[in-house]
């Protein structure tokens, strides 16, 4: 949890506080499409894994982003 | 604290490991780039940089925004409407061209060139892609062309990405012109079509690719999504790239590379393990070593300084110049050395001083993490390189270094390295000589005088911009101005290549004569607008002989009078009574500038321990 929500935060300019399962780009102005595909990117790299288009095209909130990582095989702690 | 430092002291305070550090980093930095550029502070670098592209580039301003603080030059972009590039171009009214930048980034990608034939390159045949190609390169050409008729900024426009696979696989070679091959042929008509070009500059962006790897640079789901061409995670290598261009524009290369010796020019300590104990030479210890001392000696031959900041016992480091076989660095390739036991600190300022350098032109390797730290706090303007601890990388640390970039190199640049030596001989020479007489005969000079051409336009122009000493008027003219004047038949443009026993100095003077001005009491004369010798040449009588030679000239075509202006400054105290001691009077001083008039009715002799050689046209 802290890898990917310190991403989340570097990229939206969030606080690590606030993020919740229900963050989404309709709650967060900088979750633009471009910082979107930014997001895709760090956590590529972060995680190892490389995500297919349409698990991308699918992504709409961090709860989403969680379910991705669990099916490529990454365990989030806490 | 003024507001760059403020930006470089956040930025050097967080780590930067990638695309998302720079984006979030720049987000920080907003704010205080725009206060920054409103501010009306003297002696700050900026830059003004445009980029138009055929594809989303998002990033790159981001990126390249904190990469430009960091080499403390103040950034401010225009960043071209999606694929707008080639109406932005033609419409003089664009946003583009009102943006007055310094430097244009033109960054058309391989599928925008394309088309459809990127996929399917073999719907035409051979014959139509040879003249395709010859379309594609033109419509190229009058886009750079319409830049250049609108902004004098440097353009660099990015060649293209030849493609790693074609339909026919290993048969692609095969055909008398095969789809990658046409684009190699783009690439290279792009290249021929600048070469000669002082303003355009074709960014290889090919080899850019070969180097990340034409499999790993484009991110296919962030092109089907967003159309990005390159991967998000190569923007700050691509970004590393454009400073090679950036940092020659703000004058921030260097000129001289300062180096330690033990564990630098060869492994391990010549005080302790002696000639034959440093390892150098054809072994797996030794290469490292000999190969990263060639490499230096590519820079000295196309003009970098080579220094020596060591601490050593003078006479052990001199036997590894003189004796060991394989040094490839001899003494002849040091403008300075620095061999002693003092700090390095001081070396480092006695380097400068001696070769008459700021710091800020000075790059610095040493293998010593202390030294290097020492350094760095206490002559921050100085470039201390970070150099790995593993010598195998040492060739590569600065093979990838793009700190010495310059946008020209002519041949004087070239020789400048040995000119150095060459100097140290003269200088000896002169502490030997009886007196002066002797001093200048011994030489036994050659000035030879020749009328611009295209190969000595360039030199002429560099030496108005930089020659400050010797300068009767200071005027300051570019490439196209030396080239506009030399096609004028009203004027006289000339260079002089001086040459003596110790070596050749290469051009170090020039002179533009406006001939047959019309004055009001209808008497022919002749008015110096530049009279200029490089401060290597000073004291030689260079200018004696020079200005002989427009006198003759001016003689044989019948003008009665010579005019000569002095516009004085802080710096060319030392031509202050030329036109005086050779003859000339004053006849009036018009807002500081001197005029001086030679009578033709005089005689003029020059020196006659110079031979001069005037070289006609061919």
Redesign the interface.
């Known amino acids: 949890m802290k890898r990917l929500n310190s991403i989340l935060s570097k990229v939206l300019g969030i606080d690590e506080s606030l993020i919740t399962d229900k963050t989404s780009p309709q709650n967060v102005d900088a979750w633009d499409s471009f910082n979107g595909l930014l997001l895709v990117s760090e956590l590529e790299k972060e995680f190892n894994v490389k995500f297919t288009m349409d698990e991308v095209m699918s992504v709409k909130c961090v709860k989403d982003i969680k379910e991705c990582l669990k099916r490529h095989g990454i365990r989030l702690l806490g | 604290m003024d507001n760059l430092k403020k930006i470089i002291k956040i930025i050097s305070s967080k780590s930067i490991n990638?695309?998302?550090?720079y984006?979030?980093l720049y987000?920080e930095i907003r704010q205080e780039i725009e206060n920054a550029q409103l501010q009306e502070q003297k002696g700050i670098k900026k830059i003004k940089l445009a980029i138009l592209s055929s594809f989303t580039i998002?990033?790159i301003k981001e990126v390249l925004s904190v990469k430009c603080c960091e080499i403390g030059v103040l950034p401010e972009f225009y960043i071209g409407n999606y694929n707008q590039y080639s109406q932005e171009i033609l419409n003089k009214q664009s946003g583009f061209y009102k943006f007055e930048p310094d430097l244009a980034i033109v960054f058309i990608d391989i599928m925008a060139v394309l088309g459809e034939q990127y996929l399917l390159p073999y719907q035409i045949s051979d014959k139509q892609r040879r003249e395709w190609a010859d379309e594609k390169l033109n419509e190229i050409l009058s886009l750079i062309q319409k830049i250049k008729e609108n902004l004098s900024a440097k353009v660099i426009i990015h060649n293209f990405e030849a493609p790693l696979r074609s339909p026919m696989g290993i048969y692609e070679g095969k055909h008398k012109l095969g789809f990658i091959e046409s684009i190699e042929l783009l690439n290279a008509n792009l290249r021929e079509s600048f070469k000669n070009d002082s303003q355009v500059f074709v960014f290889d962006y090919n080899s850019f690719c070969s180097k990340i790897g034409k499999q790993n640079i484009m991110?296919?789901?962030?092109y089907?999504?967003?159309d990005?061409k390159i991967?998000?995670?190569y923007i700050p290598k691509l970004c590393d790239e454009y400073l090679g261009y950036i940092k020659p524009l703000m004058a921030l290369n260097k000129k001289c590379i300062a180096l330690d010796l033990d564990n630098i020019l060869w492994g391990g300590i010549i005080g302790e393990d002696g000639l034959e104990g440093i390892r150098l030479g054809p072994t797996p210890e030794g290469m490292p070593f000999l190969e990263f001392q060639k490499y230096l000696l590519s820079l000295f031959q196309r003009g970098i300084i080579l220094a020596v900041n060591s601490n050593n016992n003078i006479d052990d480091a001199l036997r590894v110049f003189r004796e060991h076989p394989y040094m490839a660095l001899k003494e002849e390739h040091f403008a300075a050395m620095q061999i002693n036991w003092n700090d390095k600190i001081s070396n480092m300022k006695a380097i400068a001083e001696e070769l008459n350098i700021g710091l800020d032109s000075i790059a610095f390797i040493d293998d010593d993490k202390l030294n290097r730290e020492m350094i760095r706090k206490a002559l921050p303007e100085v470039l201390v390189v970070e150099l790995p601890e593993d010598s195998s990388l040492y060739l590569k640390t600065l093979m990838e270094m793009n700190d010495f970039n310059t946008f020209h190199i002519t041949e004087e640049d070239k020789k400048k390295g040995s000119m150095y030596a060459e100097q140290r001989k003269r200088k000896e020479f002169h502490k030997n000589a009886l007196d002066i007489s002797e001093y200048l005969k011994g030489l036994e000079m050659t000035a030879t005088i020749e009328r611009a051409n295209s190969f000595t336009i360039p030199r002429i122009s560099q030496l108005t911009q930089k020659t400050n000493q010797f300068n009767m008027t200071t005027r300051r003219y570019l490439e196209e101005d030396i080239q506009k004047f030399s096609k004028n038949g009203r004027f006289l443009v000339v260079s002089v290549k001086v040459e003596d026993k110790f070596g050749d100095n290469g051009i170090t003077g020039a002179a533009i004569v406006e001939k047959n001005i019309a004055l009001e009491n209808n008497i022919a004369a002749w008015r110096i607008d530049t009279f200029l010798l490089s401060c290597r040449v000073i004291g030689r009588k260079i200018e004696e002989a020079l200005l002989a030679y427009i006198i003759k000239l001016a003689k044989k075509e019948k003008a009665k009078e010579l005019i000569g202006e002095f516009i004085p400054t802080k710096k060319n105290v030392p031509a202050r009574d030329f036109y005086k001691s050779n003859g000339f009077k004053l006849a009036n001083i018009d807002n500081g500038r001197e005029i001086w008039i030679y009578n033709m009715d005089k005689g003029y002799a020059h020196p006659d321990f110079i031979k001069v050689i005037i070289k006609e046209e061919n």
């Open positions: 990638g695309v998302a550090d984006i979030s987000k998002n990033g991110d296919y789901k962030l089907y999504l967003a990005m991967d998000l995670q």
